[in-house]
């Protein structure tokens, strides 16, 4: 199907189109052996002949054919597969299976289904930990999903057994309308190519990037305090403001033209956004969600989307935005009229950048979406979290504050430089990324069987198995970061934890992935939160959440309360797409600090 052109076909047509042959094959294979066993002559085939005519074994016939089929196979590969795990070692086992009660593990999916819309995030994976581990296998419907949080098996993904994962067919089809043929949906030379296009504009920072920090951040704070000297204690959605900063920001970076999406007016409490710049943002996070429901769906997916893309209607909003920028300037380059910048001159933009390097419209503009989705969904998750930790632990609002004023007073600009020197400022953000990380669950498939060594055990990874990655758990183990894991506490970066736990084993921090496929702009993202935060915190000291003014939805269940760790405790409702959000947005109060002084006379 041609991705952004109306038709009939969904993307799961296809898939489902390739799966029939292989349900027709067993009851025409057996429906033809009997047939020839009718042509015979003597009593076995009179009797095949009784049975094939004989209207309730007709009815019968499919299913009892597909049982046969699959039951023999599924032996066949029983042996085979005990074959190739023996192959591997002698002590190589099978990872702890999840049994269910229904074959197949069918009932594993309304469950995801219920644990996503009632559930604290990840609950359908941790209530498994005390008695499987935290390496197992979820085995749905016959296929491998080998779920870890395990440090080493994340490791061996991610890097030292790179080779042997990729993101793989079923997880590139299922993404395939949103992310296309970019670097987060694709393997081997394809990812090579964009990543050797991308990689070298990341390379080093650039003074540009302060400038447009600078730039939106005035904006953005100047909206917010728009609304704080309202009258009534005013409140504002925090994640939709810093949603459409880092919006236009990166769309400004990316493609040199910004979606001025902090032009519109902040939205109030129970009133939807109505003005069309800010539908840009909100097809972004539609589009993810649908992408998220696909995975939610396993293997069903395709089923729901036969005649018509979900994503169809989001992906029309965003390449509306996206299309025009791209065929101008490659229209500009074929008519010789654009003078490409040298690679790595300050001024130029990713567009000028990927424009010099190709001319192939689609890889460009999935490679440009693809970053974007990551450069600013990442960092607005990063700072909508910061906020609700400010909020929630005052104590860090008062020292980050301090710190802030120490390096930049009330009003002067931060530099990079002053910035890497704030080092509560740095611990700040590393525990709002180890608590909250903004991509909190991730996938591989193996494309050859292999052993995930964890706890102790070697586990047989079989290859075709998907490989579901979590660092939120991994993040939160306590027996990874002591046992005050699930506490938000900064200060673990700055006191001996850091070097108990963190310098010997770098792999259970991984907000920004690791190995080969390690983010390429992890460095703008600190520099973005960290720039926004020092500019919000200049002017603003003190924080609350406003409960009455989010959306009643988005209020945790009442029965949160009686859980375990952070769930016991969250005063927001987390879910993920392809990153982490706040349901309902993040609504806070804020006191600016002019407004305090003068009512002290200060």
């Known amino acids: 199907m ?12 296809p898939v489902v189109l390739r799966s029939i042959p292989g349900l027709l094959v067993p009851p025409i294979a057996i429906y033809t052996g009997l047939a020839i066993g009718c042509s015979l002559n003597g009593v076995e085939s009179e009797y095949l002949r009784t049975c094939i005519t ?71 994976f941790s209530q498994y930990f005390p008695t499987h581990g935290h390496t197992f296998n979820m085995k749905i419907f016959g296929l491998d999903q080998v779920f870890t949080c395990d440090p080493e098996c994340i490791k061996a993904v991610l890097s030292t057994d790179f080779s042997s994962f990729e993101k793989g067919k079923k997880f590139k089809i299922k993404m395939d309308t949103v992310l296309g043929v970019g670097v987060f949906n694709s393997d081997g030379d394809m990812w090579q190519l964009h990543r050797s296009m991308s990689r070298p504009y990341f390379h080093r920072e650039r003074v540009t990037h302060i400038d447009l920090f600078a730039q939106h951040s005035d904006i953005a704070i100047k909206r917010l305090l728009t609304r704080l000297s309202e009258p009534g204690l005013p409140a504002v959605d925090f994640q939709d403001l810093v949603g459409r900063f880092t919006l236009d920001s990166a769309t400004e970076f990316l493609f040199g033209s910004s979606t001025h999406s902090l032009d519109a007016p902040l939205p109030h409490p129970n009133e939807p956004p109505v003005d069309e710049s800010a539908t840009f943002a909100a097809a972004f996070g539609r589009a993810q969600e649908l992408l998220m429901r696909r995975f939610v769906l396993g293997s069903f997916w395709p089923w729901f989307e036969l005649f018509k893309d979900r994503t169809e209607g989001s992906m029309e909003v965003i390449n509306a935005f996206t299309n025009p920028i791209l065929q101008a300037k490659l229209k500009e380059k074929r008519e010789g009229l654009l003078s490409l910048k040298e690679k790595g001159n300050e001024g130029d933009t990713l567009l000028d950048h990927l424009v010099g390097f190709s001319d192939d419209e689609r890889v460009i503009k999935d490679e440009l979406l693809n970053i974007l989705i990551a450069g600013r969904d990442t960092t607005a998750a990063t700072l909508t979290f910061a906020c609700y930790a400010l909020a929630m632990y005052p104590e860090c609002l008062a020292k980050l504050r301090a710190e802030v004023l120490a390096t930049f007073g009330t009003s002067d600009y931060p530099t990079l430089e002053a910035l890497r020197s704030m080092k509560y400022l740095r611990a700040f953000i590393n525990e709002v990324l180890r608590v909250f990380p903004p991509v909190p669950f991730n996938e591989r498939t193996a494309v050859k069987s292999t052993v995930f060594k964890a706890e102790g055990k070697k586990f047989y990874v079989p290859a075709g198995a998907q490989i579901p990655i979590s660092i939120f758990h991994m993040h939160r183990r306590k027996d990874l970061w002591g046992p005050d894991a699930e506490e938000f506490d900064p200060e673990r970066w700055l006191d001996e934890r850091l070097k108990k736990y963190v310098t010997p084993n770098p792999f259970i921090f991984l907000p920004f992935s690791a190995g080969p496929r390690i983010c390429l702009g992890q460095q703008f993202a600190y520099n973005e939160s960290s720039y926004f935060l020092v500019r ?20 945790p269940p009442a029965h949160w309360k009686h859980g375990t760790g952070r769930k016991a405790i969250e005063k927001f409702w987390l879910k993920s797409h392809l990153t982490m959000y706040a349901v309902g947005g993040l609504w806070v109060r804020m006191r600016e600090v002019s407004d305090v002084n003068a009512e002290t006379g200060v």
């Open 536 to 555: 919000l915190l200049q002017r603003v000291d003190q924080i609350t959440l406003a409960p009455d003014a989010q959306p009643p939805e988005s209020h």
């Open 54 to 124: 004989n209207p309730v074994l007709r009815i019968l016939f499919i299913p009892l054919a597909l049982w046969i089929y699959f039951s023999l196979g599924s032996f066949v590969k029983y042996i085979r597969r005990q074959q190739d795990r023996r192959s591997l070692g002698p002590d190589v086992i099978e990872p702890p299976h999840i049994k269910k009660k229904l074959p197949g593990n069918i009932d594993w999916i309304p469950e995801a289904i219920r644990a996503r819309d009632q559930e604290y995030i990840g609950d359908m």
């Open 2 to 13: 041609q991705r952004g052109s109306r038709t009939w076909i969904g993307p799961g047509l």
